[in-house]
C-alpha cells in the first residue's frame, strides 16, 4: 500500500534536547513538506522540499532543520533553540507531475516538551 | 499578502445540509483545496477548485469563484461521521519557489453534527 508514514505518533522531550521526527513516503512524490498545528491554528509550513538534496524555509523555520537525502524521507529536526516546540507534526508529500497535485499527508507525530 | 478566513465552529443536525465557507486574498491564486481532518489526525483531501463553479462528489460539493474570492463547501445528507474540521487551502504560486505554489491554510472550521 502507497502511503506516508511518521515515526513517533507520540513523543516526549525534555527541554533542551533535540529530536527528529521520521517521515518517509512511497508514493514517488518529488516533493515533501512539514507543517506544525497548534489549537486553533491553521497548518503553518516548516520547511519543504522540491527534489532530493535541496529544501526552502517555510514562514516558521526558526528553531528546526531538515535534510532530504533520499527522495522518500524528510526527517525533521526540532532543535533546543525552539522556543515553543510542544505541537502537532504533519508531514505531507505531493506529485508534481500534473494534475490536481493535492498534498497526501501521514498521520502525525504529536510532540510534547516536558 | 495572502489571508484566508473561514468560520471557526459550525453546528448542524443529521441529514440536514451545511455549507462551510472561505474568504481569500492572494498574489497568485493557483487553485484551492478543501481537506477534512478529524481530530488528532491527518487532513484528508476532499476536493479541489481551480476554475469558478462548482464540482461536486458525492454528499460533498464545493464552489470557487474567483473574482471574489470565495469558495464554500457543501455537505449534504450530514453524517454523525462528518463531525471533523474542515480546513480551506489556497495555492498561490508566488508562494514558493516551486512551478506551482505551496499551500495556504485557514484555520478550519469544526463541525459538530448532533442526532
Known amino acids: 500500500d502507497g502511503g506516508i508514514t511518521q515515526s513517533p505518533k507520540y513523543l516526549f522531550r525534555k527541554e533542551g534536547q533535540n529530536v527528529t521526527l521520521s517521515c518517509e513516503q512511497n508514493l514517488n512524490h518529488d516533493a515533501m513538506y512539514w507543517y506544525r498545528q497548534d489549537p486553533g491554528q491553521g497548518l503553518r509550513l516548516i520547511y519543504y522540499s522540491q527534489i532530493v538534496n535541496d529544501f526552502q524555509k517555510g514562514d516558521i523555520a526558526e528553531g528546526y532543520s531538515v535534510s532530504r537525502e533520499k527522495k522518500e524521507s524528510f526527517p525533521l529536526t526540532v532543535t533546543s533553540a525552539q522556543k515553543n516546540p510542544t505541537a502537532f507534526y504533519l508531514c505531507?508529500?505531493?506529485?508534481?507531475?500534473?494534475?490536481?497535485?493535492?498534498?497526501?499527508f501521514g498521520p502525525g507525530t504529536r510532540l510534547t516538551v516536558l | 499578502g495572502q489571508n484566508i478566513d473561514q468560520p471557526t465552529e459550525m453546528t448542524a443536525t443529521e441529514g440536514a445540509i451545511v455549507q462551510i465557507n472561505c474568504t481569500y486574498q492572494t498574489s497568485g491564486f493557483n487553485g484551492l483545496f478543501w481537506y477534512q481532518q478529524h481530530a488528532g489526525e491527518a487532513p484528508t483531501f476532499l476536493s479541489y477548485n481551480v476554475l469558478d463553479g462548482l464540482e461536486e462528489k458525492g454528499r460533498f460539493s464545493s464552489f470557487l469563484s474567483r473574482s471574489k474570492g470565495y469558495s464554500y463547501l457543501l455537505l449534504k445528507e450530514l453524517q454523525m461521521k462528518d463531525s471533523a474540521s474542515y480546513l480551506c487551502?489556497?495555492?498561490?504560486?508566488?508562494?514558493?519557489?516551486?512551478?506551482?505554489?505551496?499551500?495556504?491554510f485557514g484555520k478550519g472550521t469544526k463541525l459538530s453534527v448532533k442526532p
Open positions: 487551502a489556497v495555492r498561490d504560486r508566488r508562494y514558493s519557489g516551486g512551478s506551482q505554489g505551496n499551500l495556504i
Open positions: 505531507a508529500s505531493t506529485s508534481t507531475s500534473g494534475g490536481y497535485n493535492e498534498q497526501f
